[in-house]
Each structure stands twice: as structure tokens, then as C-alpha cells.
């Protein structure tokens, strides 16, 4: 089992100048927890802590305990602010995970079987690389897998398509949106070959 634990400190000093700060002098995270009965509570961590962490895929989905000053809580991670040449989270969010309360999360989608369609001529794309949905805290997916085994050329293999884990929803489908997760299309001819052939 993997150990989805971060320690963080409980931080006073608000707004950007303090949060460029942190970053610059403590090599510090700032980040916001939020959600359940409690007020929103600001905090940092130390950002190696952070990055180890996000090594593991799992984290983006798995519900993690954060010890803030000793005092621990269950929240999933919400959304990160990255550095956009250098890839290092600049700022989180955290939502409190309540015990029966449902929550909403991003999950990786992992692709299985796409030996099947290549060996028949075909070519994949990958339309998105993650699913919202919701759940109850205990039903929380690592991953969504995608089975393209069976996916012949032309095929579109869409949200509606895929057997969502027990107790878990799809967030866009609920809305209406049963959205393309990927295709398998036939390669497409080099420029050079179709002029060749055109002469």
C-alpha cells in the first residue's frame, strides 16, 4: 500500500508577495485546504515533500492525509498551479473528504489493449488523459481503464462506452456530455506517397 501522507504548516502570512516568498526563501508550497463544515485553511508545504508525492500517479486520485501541525485530515488534491516552463506546483488546493459526503475528483484513464487495433493496421489517439467523476469517498478510483482490444479501425470509443467502477459516476456524462475518450483511425498516408500516386 502506498503512503499518500503530506506534512504541512498552517501559514499567517497572506497574499502573492508572501506566497513568492515561501517558494523563493523556504522552498515552500502555499496551499489552500477547504470544503466540510471547517473554514478554509491556508497553509505550505515543503515542496519536495510535494513533488515526491506527485511522482506517483495514484496521488492525483487517491485520498491523502495531511498533517497540518500535528493535526491530521483526509482531503484529495483539487487543482495545482504549475510553473509553466519548469513544471513545479506553484500553489494547491485541497478538498476535505467527509466520511458518506460524495465528492468529485479527477482520474487518470489507463489504456489497455491497444496491441489488438495496431496489429490490424490502426493507429490510436488519446482523446483525454483524465475523467471527472464522483463518489463516496471509499468508492474513490486510482484509474478508469479503457479496453481497446476489441476497437476496430474507425471506431470512436466514447465516456458511454466504458463500465464505470461500482458506486462511481461520471461527471459529463450526468451533464450530457458523453464525450470521445479515444479513436482508432487508419495511418495517414505521408504527403509523398499520395503525390507518387497521383502521378
Not at 496551499?31 to 515543503?46: D, H, L, N, R, T
Not at 500517479?57 to 485530515?73: D, P, R, T, V
Not at 487543482?79 to 460524495?102: I, Y
Request: aromatic residues 4%.
Amino acid at each position: 500500500m502506498n503512503d499518500f501522507t503530506l506534512n504541512a504548516e498552517v501559514r499567517s502570512d497572506l497574499g502573492k508577495g508572501a506566497s513568492r516568498r515561501l517558494r523563493r526563501l523556504a522552498s515552500l508550497v502555499p496551499a489552500v485546504v477547504y470544503g466540510g463544515e471547517k473554514a478554509p485553511e491556508s497553509i505550505s508545504m515543503q515542496a519536495k515533500e510535494v513533488a515526491k508525492l506527485l511522482e506517483n500517479e495514484a496521488s492525483y486520485s487517491h485520498i491523502i492525509e495531511l498533517n497540518i501541525g500535528g493535526k491530521k485530515q483526509n482531503v484529495i488534491i483539487k487543482a495545482l498551479q504549475r510553473h509553466p516552463a519548469k513544471g513545479h506546483v506553484l500553489h494547491a488546493d485541497f478538498v476535505r473528504v467527509v466520511a458518506g459526503q460524495k465528492l468529485t475528483a479527477i482520474v487518470a484513464v489507463h489504456f489497455v489493449g491497444e496491441a489488438d487495433p495496431i496489429k490490424k493496421g490502426g493507429e490510436i489517439s488519446h482523446v483525454t488523459a483524465e475523467i471527472e467523476v464522483t463518489c463516496l469517498p471509499k468508492d474513490l478510483p486510482e484509474f478508469i481503464e479503457v479496453d481497446l482490444s476489441n476497437a476496430e479501425i474507425g471506431d470512436i470509443i466514447h465516456l458511454s462506452d466504458l463500465k464505470a467502477p461500482k458506486g462511481v459516476e461520471f461527471v459529463a456524462l450526468a451533464h450530457g456530455n458523453d464525450k470521445a475518450i479515444a479513436n482508432v483511425h487508419a495511418p495517414r498516408v505521408a504527403p509523398e506517397a499520395e503525390e507518387a500516386a497521383a502521378e
